[in-house]
């Protein structure tokens, strides 16, 4: 009986655990070691982010979706990993550090065959001073959508500031990203606009300025080097169309920013010209850059071997090109397939967790060094994908041994799709659907924007809002294993 | 070498700017057939796309003659607001009244990919804008307000959607099997409320002759139409993949009608007989 270990129960994660427990059957045993004690549809927590959802809504609990399919759950969090075992074991193991299950504190070895580190990102709020408390966590200056939990506070803090501007005090919104290498663009220029269709509702629009600050390369970039839209009947690229929808809903902006600094009420920041400015803010949403979550790896006589298993960035090393060098050299095929450790062959890595070769968009700094470009996106879709790939292997190397064929997704070949949408109701949203093929430019295959254009678009209405409607129940419904879960895409 | 400047009413390509990665003799040719198209038509800029490049790069020539070559150009802080009255070499000597940003700050490189930038105002900030954006396949006609682009619809010879190269179009011959079908499911509609106030068998039978030949050559018809929408809607690379979704859902409702529609028949003329 052999016995897998999924670190992280996100997307990546459930998606791993939930098909090797279905594929392996009772025959081998599936376990989930993941810190939170409930799933989170991620997307809807912009919904909650402004109140149109609650919390209950966006989670649900794990500990019976993983009874129900035969998975061993602990609530804890990975600490370190031993590969190739200690001194009294050659057997490979994890330890973990219980969250919860009224072992909170204990740390237990956990022994594994295959392990798969599908933990995503570390917030890492620190990275800018004043954004994180200096202890790994948010700081009280600013606010997030990146956890149901942040997002309940955020919402608690719009209401304050609705409060305040019909009490007569004009108030400034400031959304975007807090650090000149962050991902999910998308997600705050969802908040933003989402903020932007409250506001009117509460009749308060016009006591508000709100301004855009994000290290895109241009407006409409969202992290992926922009697309074009169908718009009404009309082509335009994603910048025309950001642009115009910026203007029409009175939003300022500010792209190529790096925030170097929060304080109480002001943001100080570094643009890609070099030049240095401030801007204040009365409510400020700042998603913080991501990085690995911190774990250590140990050799079989104790020594740290850390930096063989994880990149720098914390993030762990899979099977793709980290040599690619300038961004004139880079490939399609520098990005992983397999997504297994090169080192440890028992070892995977899935979703954010792993480490990407390199960036997707052009690498840009400001003439003073300070990178600022948009760091790899990784939605769910991709990591659904990845997650389900690596299932496949690590289950056709226990069924039918070492030699097995491992199952491939490499982000080259694979399209993602994301909805982003303003407002929540049935017929007063409206949401720009995106496709994009490939997520990671594949110059050789498509000259030019290294995309394939008849697939990489994306379309404004009505109806993209209703696909996030529906995207949530679906998602929702699968993740808690329902009847037919398995036939939803990911 | 001077090169031809794509003007109305060519249709712009979809394509869109991409980012120049190698720094090499091509990159320098492209700059300098920019540089001799400038001097041949008498103009103040041109952007790559222009000339039916899709390489992010612009070049200004400045008024003492020089150039200002910007390669991989961005706009990254505006303040204030201009409207000035603009012409470009697309639209020939159509002008429009166009609202930009006042003072740009933009980021570019070299042509020895060193990273640059430069703080424009007024016209040379007008310029810079409208050649960004012909970058990402634009021309001014999307900066303007909907009135503007209706007075200046109205001064072009083939209206504004020539320029939109292979739109996605708003009917389709696949509508056409769709009303077709709901005409048809109208009829049979019609036959199966009438079938109540008729008593001959005789009568009866032959209607419902008549409505399996209409409810077979209506399933058929739902078939023709799934094809032929999906074939269809291949034909445009600008219509949106989403519109796949849009025709299965479409079929899938249309055949429940047409269920529901069969069901009555069955139970309502042919049990009747």
Redesign the interface.
Known sequence: MARLVVLGGGVAGHTTATFAAKWLGSAHEVVVVTPNAKWNWIPSNIWVGVGEMTKEEVTFDLAPVYAKAGITYKQAKAVSLNPEGNESSDKSFVSIEYTGQDKTGTIENLEYDYIVNATGPKLNFDATPGLGDGKGQMGNHTVSVCTADHAVHASHKLQEAIEKMKGGTRQKFLIGTGHGMCTCQGAAFEYIFNIENELRKAGVRDMADIKWISNE??LGDFGM??I?M?VG?????S??FAE?LYAERNIEW????HTSKVENGKVEYE?????KGEEEFDFAMLIPPFAGVGIKAFAKDGSDITGTVFAPNGFMKVDANYGAGA??NWKASDWPRTYQNPTYSNMFAAGIAFAPPHLIS?P??S?NGTPINPTPPRTGMPSGIIGKAVAHSVCDLITKGDSAHLHEASMAEMGAACVASAGKGVFSGTAA?M?VYPVVPD?ETFP??GRD???T???IGL??HWIKHILHFLFIYKAKLNPGWTLIPE | MIREIIQYPTPLS???G??V??FNEELFALIEDLKDTINENNLEALSAFQIGN?KNVIVVKKEDGTFLELI?P????HSGKITTDEKTSYYGDVSAEITRFEKV???YQDRDAK?C?L?AEGDLAVVLQRKI?YL???TFI??MSADERDKFESKLKYGTDVG?SD??P?TFFRDKILKAINILMIFMLIVVVGSFFVKEDAILQTLWKYQSYGLIGTFLLHIVYLFYAQYEGKKY??????QIG?IIGTTVISLIKFTLLSIASYFIIYSSM
Do not use: W
């Open positions: 390369s241009f080097g922009g074009h169908k009947g009309y082509v335009v690229s910048k025309l115009s500010l792209i190529g920013a643009l890609l010209d070099g030049s961004y004139e052009k840009m700094s003439p659907a496709t110059f030019g924007t254009t008849d697939y678009f994306g379309e109806a993209g | 979809l394509e869109f991409v980012n990665r190698q899709y991989n961005s706009l990254i802080a700050s933009i980021v990273d930038s703080q954006d990402f396949g634009a999307q900066k939109m739109y996605c708003t690379v600008s219509c949106s993949s989403c849009n």
